[in-house]
């Protein structure tokens, strides 16, 4: 579902952000993305969501070869990749099914088929009482499970979270990676970005780990047959 096949992101010739990154994820495969700061996580996460281009190398999503997509496309394979923020990123002056709602609105999806999806993703991460709220009034982990909800509201088959569990506690966060495990197990591509090597090591999946842009372990060749989105 998503193939690095010996990527290379240089932003100037001083700085290279990630070095030939080979290593690929499976339909419903969850796995952990970790390194010090600057290793180069968030550079590998904006070339998934085509924020930015590899310098070198291949990098394919749902069978789709990004490096040279027209910008045309670029919306498309978007809508197809859920994005989970530490800060959530919520819209203040809206309430909860607003919020959710927002990528469906996008897409121009009717209201009656946007009511039935947002309900049924709110009621995933089990805020379904809570939509006419505003999302000011929720607990982080709440506020959280929201921005959860928003990424998963259009069923994407790949989700990506950049520290999700940051500003979490330890049983808050312990709750969010379960939801992650639930999609993955309805065959969701899950890749989490995180510092949180002591939850890495309990939950026990495979785990990606950067060191100054190269990739030190969790990395596996190329196997092809990846699916399309």
Do not use: C, W
């Amino acid at each position: 579902m998503i193939e690095f096949r010996q990527v290379t992101k240089r932003y100037d010739s001083d700085h290279t952000a990630l070095a030939q990154v080979n290593f690929a994820l499976d339909r419903g495969e969850l796995a952990f993305l970790t390194g010090h700061s600057g290793a180069g996580k968030s550079t590998l996460l904006k070339l998934i969501m085509v924020m930015e281009r590899p310098s070198a190398g291949e990098l394919v999503v749902g069978g789709q070869l990004l490096n040279r997509l027209p910008r045309r496309q670029i919306p498309y394979i978007r809508r197809h990749i859920g994005v989970v923020f530490q800060n959530h990123q919520l819209l203040f002056d809206r309430t909860v099914y607003d919020n959710v709602a927002m990528p469906l609105e996008v897409m121009g999806v009717p209201p009656k088929e946007a009511g039935r999806r947002v309900r049924a993703a709110l009621d995933k991460v089990g805020l379904l009482s809570k939509e006419k709220m505003n999302p000011v009034q929720l607990s982080g982990g709440e506020q959280q499970r929201v921005g959860i909800a928003r990424a998963v509201v259009n069923k994407p088959p790949v989700l990506l979270a950049d520290e999700p569990t940051g500003n979490l506690d330890p049983e808050l966060s312990a709750d969010i990676m379960n939801l992650f495990s639930q999609f993955s197990q309805v065959g969701v591509t899950v890749l989490i970005a995180t510092h949180d090597i002591a939850l890495i090591n309990e939950l026990g999946h495979r785990t990606l780990t950067l060191d100054h842009g190269r990739l030190v372990s969790g990395g596996s060749p190329f196997q092809g047959g990846a699916r399309g989105l």
